[in-house]
């Protein structure tokens, strides 16, 4: 069993459209691991009306 803290979490952050999703891909293909997706975006796309910030 793995412990939590030997998990290593990584964030890659940047504006958009600049390449943060095909790196996060790439890294765990090379090292044999999952990433997680953007949330945000499709998030937004589904929403029916404007997004308001809290």
């Not at 290593?8 to 890294?27: C, R």
């Not at 990433?35 to 308001?52: D, F, M, Q, S």
Request: proline residues 6%.
């Amino acid at each position: 069993m793995i412990k939590t803290s030997q998990i290593i979490k990584i964030a890659i952050v940047g504006p958009e459209s600049t390449g943060k999703s095909t790196m996060s891909a790439y890294l765990a293909r090379h090292y044999d691991t999952i990433w997680v997706p953007e949330y945000a975006r499709g998030y937004c796309e589904k929403l029916t009306a404007p997004y308001l910030a809290g």
